[in-house]
């Protein structure tokens, strides 16, 4: 008798540890085109060197057909993802409508999406896609894309001017100030740190619909920039779907700044579960101090090149 009830508690809990095992979370990288200055390829392999570092995550590349592929093959099962973090920057034309239709679907019906730096540039005329990244920059964006947003007295305002959307200066080392700390991406985070060498976006426009701001950068005149405190990382929501927005991260070096790889991860995390549950690290950067990676940095194939956007 007793080893018939031995067995059943051991049934018991290997049920048990069964239904409670964590599945992992499935999470597509996509790429497949970008502007010549961002080589992809190295930010894809980084981008999923670091989404790795998070067990849970179970990582796949997909890349789309190139400037002249073929895309009537091209239809991924979005729906078998928790996130889409998106390496990719082509023109609106690029993608056939059932493709556009059947991502927009995935979003509304609560799917998640990373955009990474020039991601936002992705895409002009396709409507829907503005909605879900709120601003964007460059590829003929202008003031019917949206008005630029930026950050005066504390408030994010919107200017409605006319002209071109997307600037940058040199790579440099800049703050990155927190405006929202209660959200789950950002709790926990210092109010303001130092990222390492990188172009810090600036003239951004969009609609801005559903789009909370987490974090600013100024954007400095004395280096090209705007005199505005320019919106750097953003959250979103479309429908059911959850979007995550992060400016940085042009190249490896941009990568290897402690923050991008932190962010990254709950930044995916949030938009697959609408949870962050990984820790701040105690390398994350300072006020005063930056913090990178050198196995990231690394990964730089060439000497730095002339700003690209």
């Not at 964590?22 to 930010?43: A, C, F, T, V, W």
Request: with cysteine.
């Amino acid at each position: 008798m007793k080893k018939v009830i031995f067995s059943i508690g051991i049934l018991f809990l290997i049920s048990i540890c069964a239904v409670t095992a964590q599945k992992p979370m499935r999470i597509m990288i996509l790429d497949g085109e970008s502007n010549p200055y961002h080589r992809i390829d190295i930010g894809t392999q980084i981008m999923k060197k670091l989404l790795e570092e998070y067990k849970p995550f179970q990582v796949e590349v997909v890349s789309a057909p190139g400037k002249d592929g073929d895309f009537s093959n091209f239809m991924p099962r979005f729906i078998d993802y928790q996130a889409i973090v998106l390496n990719y920057d082509v023109p609106t034309e690029r993608w056939p409508d059932a493709l556009k239709k059947s991502f927009e679907q995935y979003m509304s019906n609560g799917g998640g999406l990373v955009i990474v730096h020039a991601a936002n540039n992705s895409f002009p005329g396709w409507v829907e896609f503005n909605k879900m990244v709120g601003v964007g920059g460059w590829r003929d964006r202008d003031e019917k894309s949206g008005p630029y947003w930026y950050y005066k007295d504390g408030k994010l305002v919107e200017d409605k001017k006319p002209g071109s959307a997307g600037s940058h200066g040199a790579r440099l080392p800049f703050p990155i100030k927190l405006v929202n700390t209660n959200h789950p991406v950002t709790r926990g985070l210092p109010a303001v740190w130092m990222h390492h060498n990188d172009e810090l976006y600036a003239k951004l426009r969009g609609p801005g619909e559903n789009m909370t701001v987490l974090a600013t950068g100024y954007s400095d005149k004395n280096n090209h920039g705007t005199g505005y405190d320019e919106p750097q990382i953003m959250v979103l929501n479309y429908g059911k779907g959850r979007i995550f927005h992060h400016t940085t991260g042009h190249d490896p070096i941009g990568m290897s700044s402690v923050d991008f790889g932190v962010l990254l991860l709950r930044g995916t995390e949030w938009v697959a579960t609408g949870k962050v549950t990984q820790k701040v690290p105690a390398n994350f950067p300072t006020a005063t101090t930056v913090s990178y990676r050198a196995d990231i940095a690394a990964m730089n194939p060439v000497p730095a090149k002339p700003a690209g956007k």
